[in-house]
């Protein structure tokens, strides 16, 4: 079967993938549609240290092939998004309903694959960029048959970590007021989030003036190219300032951004020895930062309830989905995703 990997020095489509059968507590997903998601990218430039060969892709919709022992909740045909959170289910952090600390979900790649014999890793227990995966089967969440699977891909981790920063993290509240740094895939749901949570100003800062028509659709009330304009919209600062580049520059500008009582939620991935710096003065006025994994998201129910909130058109994906290119084009999509010509390309099977 057909996938992308990376071998440590470069990328390529292959033909020659095979998937074992799920076993227990598993399932086998067809895939239809995989985003092309910075995160895979930062695999490859270094910033994610990964184990390689890796079949990459962690953000994919498709159709239940078959079913391990124990697997109740979904059954073949049926249409689902994939998360990337393979939690056990029975320890401390699963059972307060935070599963995005499970221990057993982070930094345990498998081995699922074989290429001329040798076993290739999963990316993020998911590896959506394949015609086929293996995932537990807590990471496999049903979705309604009418969403288009190119749109419900989006949901496994732009939306949840977007939306989720902003509704489970963050917990903005009606009236507050949201500053956005960076518009890509995240940023925009994190400006949807915002909207949907009732933000009263919701600023998005980007250095492309391109993305400002999009950044208004998705819920922006205003528009800057850089921080500095900030304070002439929201005087005394923002109630939560998210940053979604990964840049540490702008770390610094997001928690200087804070009104009394603000907090600056850290989305955007730097290289994993970045260091940033604050005045520690600045923070007594009950300011926070907040670190976010994957938006703190309980998949199982966030992910029915976004397809739910899309089905009643309030949440916007198909918005999302700039271009859609077939799995051969993978370099395309690669170096639109680059130039920031689209703000989320999909892989389709």
Do not use: W
């Amino acid at each position: 079967m057909r996938g992308v990997v990376f071998d440590g020095a470069r990328i390529e489509v292959v033909d020659d993938l095979e998937v074992r059968d799920p076993g227990p507590g598993e399932v086998l997903v067809a895939i239809s549609a995989a985003g092309l998601c910075h995160s895979d990218l930062s695999v490859v430039d270094g910033t994610i240290p990964f184990p390689v060969p890796v079949v990459l892709g962690h953000e994919g919709a498709g159709v239940v092939e078959a079913v391990g022992a124990g697997v109740a909740h979904v059954v073949p045909g049926d249409h689902v998004a994939l998360s990337t959170l393979a939690n056990c289910g029975a320890c401390a952090e699963c059972d307060r309903g935070r599963p995005t600390m499970c221990r057993h979900a982070i930094g345990r790649p498998g081995r699922p694959f074989t290429r001329g014999g040798r076993p290739v890793f999963q990316f993020a227990s998911n590896s959506a960029f394949a015609e086929r995966t293996v995932v537990k089967a807590v990471q496999a969440v049903r979705i309604p048959k009418d969403i288009p699977l190119p749109s419900a891909a989006l949901i496994g981790c732009g939306v949840l970590t977007g939306v989720g920063a902003v509704l489970n993290r963050a917990r903005v509240d009606r009236g507050d007021t949201v500053v956005v740094i960076g518009t890509g895939g995240v940023g925009l749901n994190v400006l949807q989030g915002a909207r949907i949570a009732g933000a009263l100003r919701i600023v998005a800062v980007d250095a492309n003036p391109a993305k400002e028509t999009v950044a208004r659709r998705f819920g922006a009330t205003h528009f800057l190219m850089s921080t500095e304009g900030v304070r002439d919209v929201l005087p005394t600062g923002a109630d939560h300032v998210f940053e979604c580049v990964g840049r540490v520059e702008l770390v610094r500008q997001a928690i200087d951004l804070l009104d009394r009582h603000g907090q600056a939620v850290l989305l955007g991935v730097p290289p994993a020895t970045a260091e940033a710096s604050f005045l520690v003065s600045s923070m007594y006025l009950d300011k926070s930062i907040l670190g976010c994994r994957y938006g703190s998201s309980r998949p199982q129910r966030d992910i029915a309830l976004y397809a739910e909130l899309y089905r009643e058109r309030r949440l916007l994906l198909d918005e999302l989905v700039t271009e859609t290119y077939p799995v051969e084009d993978f370099e395309k999509a690669v170096a639109d995703a680059e130039a920031g010509r689209v703000a989320r390309g999909v892989l389709t099977f």
